[in-house]
């Protein structure tokens, strides 16, 4: 098993990647959606959380990442002796219509095509999404951690339906008419799921892509009056049975996964390890199940990280493991803090299994 850092697209600096490497990171998954643009609300050295208007703006819609830029990533990440494992998440400007089954939708669909084809080409081989109307919504923040460090969580679901013009709870259409998105049906969400799978999934296999599916964070049924696609554990196998490929797997988000009411965490992620389908890990603790729980620090919360990295091993997964979110330690660089003593404790747990 492999040690990675996720970095946001404002942290993707010569000077974050020598931090990585400098905390025993061998590998880097950057975001290349700038979660934080114009997001007032939003702390920028810190996981968004936002409010009932979102993280912030989506990006430019006529423009998707050059082969030009994606390689040059892979140059800066290599030159710091690492290496790029995976872009994590489109942005939802150029996949508005397919979350949405609007009148985009196949222009959008070639879109993600030609971003898979893309880091096919620049040799960046997961591209982790997550298929969801809401998004990461809904969480707060607060001194929730050991010694009132600064953590998230949740406190029941946000009900307040979306506004048009946002989705994946970002803004992607700032002049759209007022109102607010229908609600669909989970029939529905799982109907553009399957269309987004049978599109991508063949073409991520002749571009040597592996595509990787974050489950629902916060792992409610329902979040802004929509439907949550991967909620309970078991969903994730339908996910995967929809196309039976390597080249479709999991994100798999072990906090996420924790904090789902069904299921045993040890069990589900014997039962996903053992199927060889986890693209990368994102390991995180926390205290509680939807619809109240805490983040806790990767040693203090309900799971046993021990427990769950010996399974992982004893099945075989031979791929990255990336720190999730962490509370802010008091100081001056929280995050960066935060992620070292995460980064540290994974690697010396590594160790010891080794
Ligand atoms: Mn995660």
Not at 290 to 300: A, G, K, L, N, Q
Request: overall charge negative.
């Amino acid at each position: 098993m492999k040690l990675g850092l996720g970095l946001y697209r404002h942290m993707l600096t010569r000077e974050n990647f020598q931090f990585a490497r400098q905390a025993g990171a061998t590998h880097v998954v950057a975001h290349l959606v700038d979660y934080f643009k114009g997001g007032a609300h939003n702390p920028r050295d810190n996981q968004p959380t936002g409010t009932a208007l979102g993280w912030g703006q989506a990006g430019d819609p006529a423009s998707l990442w050059s082969l030009e830029d994606l390689r040059a990533l892979r140059r800066e990440v290599e030159a710091a002796g690492l290496k790029l494992e995976a872009i994590e998440n489109f942005d939802p400007a150029h996949w508005y219509d397919v979350l949405l089954n609007g009148p985009n939708k196949q222009a959008q669909l070639e879109n993600l095509k030609t971003i898979i084809r893309r880091l096919g080409q620049a040799g960046i081989p997961i591209m982790g999404y997550n298929f969801s109307l809401a998004g990461v919504a809904g969480r707060v923040i607060g001194p929730f951690a050991r010694g009132g460090a600064e953590s998230v969580g949740l406190d029941g679901p946000l009900n307040e339906p979306m506004p048009r013009g946002m989705v994946w709870n970002m803004v992607y259409d700032p002049h759209a008419p007022a109102g607010t998105v229908p609600s669909i049906t989970s029939e529905e969400l799982w109907r553009r799921l399957a269309d987004f799978l049978r599109e991508l999934v063949p073409v991520a296999e002749e571009a040597g892509v592996t595509l990787a599916a974050h489950p629902d964070d916060p792992p409610t049924p329902t979040m802004r009056g929509q439907p949550r696609l991967v909620y309970q554990p078991q969903h994730y196998q339908r996910l995967l049975d929809l196309q039976p490929s390597p080249a479709n797997a999991l994100e798999f988000c072990v906090g996420t996964l924790a904090e789902m009411t069904a299921g045993d965490i040890y069990e589900t992620v014997d039962h996903y390890s053992r199927q060889g389908r986890l693209a990368y890990v994102h390991l995180r603790n926390i205290t509680g199940k939807v619809p109240h729980y805490r983040e806790t620090f990767i040693d203090d919360g309900d799971v046993d990280m021990v427990r769950v990295l010996r399974i992982l091993k004893q099945n075989g997964f031979a791929g990255v493991i990336i720190p999730d979110h962490t509370p802010q330690l008091a100081c001056a660089a929280p995050w960066h803090a935060g992620m070292a003593y995460a980064l540290g404790y994974i690697q010396a747990v590594l160790k010891t299994l080794d």
